[in-house]
């Protein structure tokens, strides 16, 4: 059988941690497209729990609530720390 018809498990951490990455490079891309500095807002999100410092744009606001603000600092720290090694 070809590896590409074989069933694949995937561990429910490693779709967490790759749903989290696509959620801040999809929010990092639309508000680096509308002119803010995504790190600032990001943090600045991240910090308060205030929608507000996210854009609308590209439904980027919407799209960084469906993650845990805990969760995203985990990963974030997570990925800093192994890259780190």
Do not use: C, H, W
């Amino acid at each position: 059988m070809k590896d590409n018809q074989m069933t694949r498990l995937f561990e429910s951490e490693q779709i967490r941690q790759a749903n989290i990455r696509y959620v801040l490079q999809t929010v990092m891309t639309a508000l680096s497209e509308r002119g803010y500095d995504p790190v600032t807002q990001i943090v600045g999100y991240l910090i308060t729990n205030d929608p507000a410092y996210i854009s609308n744009y590209n439904n980027a606001r919407t799209l960084i609530q469906t993650v845990e603000r805990d969760d995203i600092l985990k990963e974030i720290v997570r990925s800093y720390l192994l890259s780190n090694e």
